[in-house]
Nanobody, 122 residues
Framework: QVQLVESGGGSVQAGGSLRLSCAAS????????MGWFRRPPGKEREFVAA????????YYGNGLKGRFTISRSNDKNTLYLDMNSLKPEDTAVYYC???????????????WGQGTQVSVSS
């Protein structure tokens, strides 16, 4: 069993930055792929970013690379998402997830955090 707890959400103006954190605990959490997803208001959950455990390779959703950066602490117990140049369309509930892949799809993740709200105003 893996537990995931997100933090760092909030309200920011367009062009601003936020850092999300996800504290992970549980059996074999260091071996799991970890990712971020988001659910914009009235839309389906969508892929944001993921990091592969074996080599640290990263993956990003469409149009997010360059503005968003995913990283993981050396002990692999904390996942981060640095978000820069935020836009109103980035407004969503952001979820941390852990699993064995596929990395860009929700079905690839077995464990989910409770979500943290990010609101970007114009």
């Amino acid at each position: 069993q893996v537990q995931l707890v997100e933090s760092g959400g909030g309200s920011v103006q367009a062009g601003g930055s936020l850092r999300l954190s996800c504290a992970a605990s549980g059996r074999n959490v260091g071996r799991a792929a970890m990712g971020w997803f988001r659910r914009p208001p009235g839309k389906e959950r969508e892929f944001v970013a993921a990091v592969r455990p074996i080599d640290g390779n990263t993956y990003y959703g469409n149009g997010l690379k360059g503005r968003f950066t995913i990283s993981r602490s050396n002990d692999k117990n904390t996942l981060y998402l640095d978000m820069n140049s935020l836009k109103p369309e980035d407004t969503a509930v952001y979820y941390c997830a852990a699993g064995n892949g596929p990395y860009t799809r929700t079905l690839g993740y077995d464990y989910w955090g409770q979500g943290t709200q990010v609101s970007v105003s114009s």
